[in-house]
């Protein structure tokens, strides 16, 4: 016995332990519901998150699960939650996990849900990465990492559902009329459906000196490197590389300071991987990026593309052609991929949620804000807690906070319910954040 009927009201949670195992208890209309509290993803307290009808938003990444069932219905996270069963007001024993599984950016979440949704036919995974599938992300937040405690799943679940892996392979082109695609040793492959999900490759930068060996782009875990002392140099650009016996000695920037450097890594943007369609049918703007409908859908029958190549109509921003490259939306794009697949139409809702660790700190953003002209803060940069809402024609259109936790998952939750928050709001920040903490938004 953890707890009685009259602990918790409607649109509230709490966590309790019951035996090893943490729970979420949570009331919604009227019915309790006890899931496991801890996110798929990075292991966050839902119990700190924010709970909105019948779903739960993680608070640090914005992960969404299914308050009654355990479903995963927003990523970025990993797998589905365990649920547990409850009898009158009492949780008393796990009885079941759930068997749903979802994982990783674009092809990956694509294969799973396909298997997931019953699809018994055959599924082709290409890379030309000589690793299986891994979570990129954590190749700029956490130091040292090894390949084998990044990747997403081990060989064994691939067998285990039966979905192919072709490693250190690549696609050289793709004949629409014929269905097929030509890799780099010659081979050809027929599809019925083709989810093109190839996604960026780090931009280089064109100044002398930029081949030294130790120069990195940092896209794979063998570029990974120890943290240091970080010092930003703002205003300023790189004009030439120097080095010593083929390796980085100094950076020279424009400004004229001269930087010693051991290791030099460039992160000045991104380029679609998307030469091997060039020629094709396959529609893609000036910048070369693939152009997709709301069903992730190319202007070619049978063929879908998802992830950092896309551009996508984007619901939040009335249906504006985006490109956004995060691993959150790259998996919301082969999850509504799968579905149309199998002709169970579905189009992409998902509000952009982002973060990233700066000097040990994690910032947290959601929405999409460009074309912002105006923002309201509210506490201070300098004391590193703040929370910024940005605002567009009079409503806000993104939020990013800092050591204000679960408020950027709750305007996401907003935004995704297509609820306005006005300036007016934004204005009155205390209230705000109260009113959407505590009148469940």
Known sequence: EVCVESDLQDGQMMEVEVGRHTVLLARTDGKYSAIGNQCTHYGAPLSKGVITGHRVRCPWH??????QTGDLEEFPGIDCLPCHKHFGGFVQQLVTMTE????????LICAEILRQENFVGRIIMVTRDDLLPYDKTRLSKVMNVESETI??????????????????????????????????DGSVQSYDHLLISTGCRAKGLDVPGIKLDNVKMLETPEDML?????????????????GVNGKVKE?????????????????????????????????MNAKNFVIVDKCMRTNVPDVFSGGDVVTFPLAMANNR???IGHWQMA?????????NILNKPSELNSVPYYWTVLLGKTIRYTGYGEGYTDIVIKGRFEERKF????????????AAGLNYDPVVSAVAERLAAGKVITKKEAQYVEWFCLFLLCFHL
């Open 321 to 323: 052609l985006v490109t």
């Open 387 to 398: 929370l910024a809402l940005y605002i567009k024609n009079d409503e806000v259109i993104a």
């Open 331 to 339: 998996q919301a794009h082969g999850r509504i991929v799968a579905l």
């Open 62 to 67: 914005g992960s969404c699960f299914n308050i």
């Open 226 to 242: 120890s943290e240091k002392d970080v010092k930003f140099y703002m205003n300023d650009s790189v004009i030439e590389v120097k």
């Open 100 to 107: 749903n599984f979802c994982s990783g950016a674009a092809s």
């Open 151 to 184: 990747l997403l799943r081990r060989a064994e679940f691939f067998h285990q559902y039966d979905i192919e892996v072709w490693l250190k392979k690549e696609a050289l082109s793709v004949d629409t009329d014929m269905k097929t695609v030509t890799f780099n």
């Open 251 to 283: 950076v020279v920037l424009k400004s004229g300071t001269v930087i010693p450097a051991d290791v030099l890594i460039v992160g000045v943007g991104s380029i679609p991987n998307s030469e091997f369609l060039q020629g094709t049918k396959i529609q």
